[in-house]
Each structure stands twice: as structure tokens, then as C-alpha cells.
């Protein structure tokens, strides 16, 4: 049995998120859900079984600065889980690459970081004039996100970070006809953000808890220092 943790999740109104936020709950641990608005959330009807909440709309970097804020008063979280994700673009960018990057970099340190990437990650680019002058594919937000997972792995003595593909499921995002495991979309997250036993215990890139190679990118420590590079710039928010 693992220890309680305190966990947030990201995009956690519905799909993969919600399927997260339950399944820890259902574990014990104290989790803190994100949605995008206070309707949202009095919309969910069950905030009574949730450590508690925060609100913010990560397609707006204010947003996303004021989602850290309202974490950072819960104290310094045992894990994060980077769930929420769009599509198209230009909502994409934001919310799938730089709304990771900027709550992981004003948010204390959590012992745990875990990332959702895609399959899809794979056929994005490394052209990161793309991230500051678009047009930035979903493909590429992914490959973007998953390197800052692996960067993070190698930078950050104290914290493990993985990126987890959860499959092509069927959410609101996936479509009704997506092939996968719906379940099993959401149970290698829950598993990276409370369990001891995972090896490699950092810089993993997961599909079904098993370990899978990324894009050769995305473990490149050069393309790593160079994304992270980009995205100082454009935010202007440093990762320490």
C-alpha cells in the first residue's frame, strides 16, 4: 500500500482528468482537481470528496499564473499530473506545452511530475520557431511537452518526471470510436504519482506501464536546453 499523497490534476473536469482524480481518491490520497471555471466546478456536485480546488483557464498565461497561485496554498504537492490537453490549435500550444512549463516552474517542487504526451509526439518538429511564431501542430505541442518531461528528469535532483502516453481513448478529445482502453488511459498516471516501485524511477516515457522509446528528441540534451531556452523567452518565466 503507498502513503497518502497530495496530488493535482490538471484538466480534471471530465475524461482522462476526472477518471485520474477519482481513481486517487478512490485511494485515499488528497487530491486537488483543476477545472477551468467555479461553474465547472459547482457543475461536478461531488467536491465534498476533494482536498480541494483550483480554477483557471490555461489557454491565458494569467490564467495559468493564477491557477500556481491558488496551489501554491495548499503547500508543495507529492505530484502533479500535467493532464490537460487540446486538440487544435492555437488553443494547443498553451495549454499543452507552455501551461506545463509556467505551473511547473512557479509551483514548489513536487517529488513527482507526470506528463501527458501522445503517440502522436512523434511526428512533431523540432522547429521551435514554430512554438513563437506558429503555427504549432498538436503533434508538435506533444513533442515539446514530453522533452520538458525528460528535461525535467535529468535537472531536478529530488523530483522524478515521466511522460505518459495514455493512448487514443475514448473522451470528449479521443472521439466515441477512439480503440483504447479507456481505463487504462488513466491507470499509468495514478500509478507514476503514487508508487514506489517504478523503474526507471525517472525520466520514463510510459504507454500501458510499459517503458517505450520517444522521439530521439526528446531525450537530446540539447533540444532539451534549447526548448527550455524558448520558453524562458516567451513567457518570461525562468525554470530555476
Do not use: C
Not at 480503440?179 to 488511459?185: K, Q, T, V
Request: proline letters at 5%.
Amino acid at each position: 500500500m503507498t502513503d497518502v499523497a497530495l496530488v493535482l490534476v490538471t484538466g480534471s473536469s471530465s475524461g482522462l482528468g476526472r477518471n485520474t482524480a477519482n481513481a486517487l481518491a478512490d485511494d485515499g490520497h488528497d487530491v486537488v482537481i483543476h477545472v477551468r471555471t467555479p461553474a465547472r466546478l459547482t457543475e461536478l456536485g461531488d467536491t465534498v470528496r476533494w482536498k480541494g480546488a483550483v480554477t483557471g483557464d490555461l489557454t491565458d498565461l494569467d490564467g495559468v499564473r493564477g491557477v500556481a497561485r491558488q496551489a501554491a496554498e495548499f503547500g508543495r504537492f507529492d505530484a502533479v499530473i500535467h493532464n490537460a490537453g487540446v486538440l487544435h490549435a492555437p488553443e494547443a500550444l498553451t495549454v499543452n506545452t507552455v501551461a506545463p512549463y509556467v505551473l511547473t516552474a512557479l509551483m514548489d517542487k513536487p517529488a513527482r511530475l507526470v506528463f501527458l504526451s501522445s503517440s502522436m509526439h512523434r511526428t512533431g518538429s523540432t522547429d521551435l520557431r514554430r512554438l513563437t511564431e506558429g503555427p504549432a501542430s498538436y503533434d508538435d505541442t506533444k513533442l515539446w511537452v514530453t522533452t520538458l518531461a525528460l528535461a525535467l528528469a535529468s535537472r531536478w535532483e529530488g523530483t522524478t518526471s515521466h511522460a505518459v502516453d495514455p493512448g487514443w481513448v475514448p473522451t470528449r478529445m479521443g472521439g466515441p470510436g477512439a480503440p483504447d482502453d479507456l481505463a487504462a488511459g488513466h491507470e499509468t498516471q495514478v500509478w507514476l504519482a503514487t508508487n514506489h516501485n517504478v523503474m526507471p524511477t525517472t525520466g520514463g516515457y510510459w504507454y500501458h506501464r510499459q517503458s517505450q522509446s520517444p522521439h530521439p528528441a526528446a531525450r537530446d540534451a540539447k533540444f532539451q536546453a534549447h526548448l527550455i531556452h524558448v520558453l524562458e523567452n516567451h513567457t518570461g518565466v525562468p525554470l530555476e
